[in-house]
């Protein structure tokens, strides 16, 4: 099995910054891509993140700029620093890891959740 722990949510006005880490442990052979998505409320998932193996990275429109996301590949960690933070910033944020597992099957798993607050 494996399993990811999210970190480093909470509350900050805007205008401030905040740091997601996610680590992923178990049976892994290799992890692909890792990525972040995050869901308000009462509106669907979406991508706000995306970090290849190699460390080619892609972002949503409405965070560039102003996200930077990176990996410890050592660790099997991904970051998400997040400044200038906005109101509508305001999520569940969830980490996703895409890759195979030490049985050589494809895995994909995704992370507890973790909630951001921002304040106006």
Do not use: H
Not at 76 to 92: C, F, G, H
Not at 107 to 112: I, N, S
């Amino acid at each position: 099995q494996v399993q990811l722990v999210e970190s480093g949510g909470g509350l900050v006005q805007a205008g401030g910054s905040l740091r997601l880490s996610c680590a992923a442990s178990g049976s892994i052979f290799r992890i692909n891509a890792m990525g972040w998505y995050r869901q308000a409320p009462g509106k669907q998932r979406e991508l706000v993140a995306t970090i290849t193996s190699g460390g080619r990275t892609n972002y949503a429109d409405s965070v560039k700029g102003r996200f930077t996301i990176s990996r410890d590949n050592a660790k099997n960690t991904v970051y998400l620093q997040m400044n200038s933070l906005k109101p509508e910033d305001t999520a569940v944020y969830y980490c996703n890891i895409e890759g195979w597992g030490s049985s050589l099957r494809y895995l994909e798993v995704w992370g507890q959740g973790t909630l951001v607050t921002v304040s106006s």
